[in-house]
């Protein structure tokens, strides 16, 4: 292949925003090589690539290299675009409605992460914040639609993807479930749904192996502000 067509991932087994971007490189066919990062001791690649945020994912497409994952799958969709089957919606209106809700949920990240390293005093009052935000994304974004676009997964679901596997194995460590079927019965569903796609269904990291990550995670959050 030639040098300019190369494309690298640089990312971290647990990462949901790196498995955003496998994601769509596997649902477009386009090959890559995998460059597996320490975090605790960046490579300096990655360092070289990403000297902003010095984070992961990292794209490297030739020698142009692109951060941060929603940003990395608009270029995916922009390069390797199939008529047939977009990413993104072609109408302008419903291209901005689905990037209001890509930027909603990144919007909302804090208050996933507060459930995720709550104590064991605050985590009901942290589930209902996170239970409000889901309700909001399933009444308003999701609706009685299969997927976010309609009947094929498109960048909100992956966007969201997170929620279907990542989510569940939060849940567990913190020992509060909120995404359940009683409480979001369409969110629900379509986690179901989402982690049977082809292309998601084989390409999410080992549920065993997360859950520990997690819950070491979850010990050090606990341990730091116990100082
Ligand atoms: N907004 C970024 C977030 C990426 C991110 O937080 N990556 C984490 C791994 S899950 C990371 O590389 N952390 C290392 C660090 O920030 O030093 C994206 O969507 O790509």
Known sequence: MEESHVVKLYG????PYVYRVIWALKLKGIEYEYIEETL???SPSLLEYNPVHKNVPVLVHGAKP??????ILEYIEETWPDHRNPLLPSDPYERATARFWIDFGQQKGLTFFAFFRSSEEDK???ARQVLETLKIIEDQA??????FGGNRIGLVDMSFGWLAHWFGIMQETVGVEVL???NLPRLHRWAMDFKQEPGIKENLPDSKALLAHFKRQRER????KEK
Request: charged share 30%.
């Open 12 to 15: 971290f087994w647990p990462s």
């Open 40 to 42: 605790s001791s960046k």
């Open 66 to 71: 692109v951060a941060e994952s929603m940003l």
């Open 124 to 126: 009901e009052k942290t």
């Open 142 to 147: 999701l609706g009685d639609k299969k997927f």
């Open 180 to 182: 359940e079927p009683a």
């Open 221 to 224: 959050f606990a341990s730091t």
